[in-house]
């Protein structure tokens, strides 16, 4: 793996947001750059917006894009209450705790999108997109009226719903993260972990060239929640195909079709980025 290339890849086509979080990283760039990076794309109403998820190029604020957001200060491990309080204000006005909260609003369809983003089920009231969203404000930190009894709406379905989609499962583990570890809790872990194996869209296979997470997106660092759930081969395994997977470019592809090309390099910018982020927490890079 080449660094220095991977390096020039994210200095070419990476956004301001993905140079910032490199610089952050690698660099000992400023916290403060990342989240100002981050809250221009924080719309008025609290929530984010401005195509900040490469795939939907809505200006207005999205679900699917408040997710993105809070996961880039989770991977980088900043808390900003600020910025969570008003995306915590913007979720509790959209969601609803009966049925949970859409991916994407049907008003996105005005604008250039990939074409997984036209399943009519992604403007459907999900639980999935919610928990996951209740999780990542929790870890936050942050104390708000709503939050409290969402978490708790959450967790029930946690624990009485199947989770058969890897994507649902890996949001699931950020409330469970964020939480005090009772065996509840704990109870709540291992239910998950054993429907991982078996859920749509993950791969266990280091070889597999299907669409789907991998082991490390659930445990990018050795220190990682998730990461009892995975043998040290598997993980080493993983982190081999990874190495493996840089181009000539210095970059990483993507498996999916974008909605043009400025996202797909938008796109490929920020998994070279998390790739680097991995490998480094991993100890495969030399500094």
């Known amino acids: 793996m080449d660094f220095e290339k991977a390096a020039h890849f994210i200095w070419t086509h990476g956004r301001l947001l993905e140079r910032r979080v490199f610089e952050y990283i690698f660099h000992g760039g400023s916290m403060s750059n990342v989240v100002t990076s981050l809250t221009a794309y924080q719309n008025e109403d609290g929530g984010f917006g401005n195509a900040i998820e490469p795939d939907l190029r809505v200006p207005g604020s999205q679900p699917l894009f408040m997710e993105f957001a809070l996961r880039f200060l989770y991977d980088c491990n900043i808390k900003d209450e600020e910025l969570s309080q008003k995306a915590c204000d913007y979720i509790s006005k959209h969601a609803d705790l009966k049925k949970g909260i859409p991916t994407i609003f049907p008003s996105s369809a005005n604008y250039p999108r990939a074409e997984h983003w036209s ?3 992604s403007t459907e009231p999900s639980f999935s997109r919610l928990t996951g969203l209740v999780g990542l404000l929790k870890w ?4 708000h009226s709503w939050l409290d ?7 029930e379905d946690i624990h009485a719903q199947a989770y058969d989609d890897a994507h649902t499962i890996l949001t699931a583990f950020y409330l469970l993260e ?3 570890q009772s065996d509840f809790i704990k109870g709540l872990f291992q239910k998950l972990s054993k429907e991982l194996i078996t859920a749509n869209f993950f791969c266990m296979d280091a070889a597999s060239h299907s669409y789907g997470l991998s082991p ?3 445990s990018p660092s050795p220190t990682s929640y998730c990461s009892s759930i995975f043998s040290d081969e598997t993980i080493l395994d993983h982190l081999k195909v990874l190495e493996h997977q840089q181009d000539d470019e210095g970059g990483w592809q993507i498996t999916w079709e974008p909605p043009g090309e400025t996202a797909r390099l938008e796109w490929r910018a920020y998994k070279t980025l998390k790739s680097l982020m991995i490998l480094n927490s991993y100890n495969k890079i030399n500094l």
Request: glycine share 4%.
């Open 140 to 143: 936050q930190g942050i104390e």
């Open 216 to 218: 490390l997106e659930f």
């Open 178 to 180: 964020s939480l005090p």
């Open 149 to 155: 009894k969402a978490t708790e709406i959450c967790l």
């Open 119 to 121: 399943n009519p089920l």
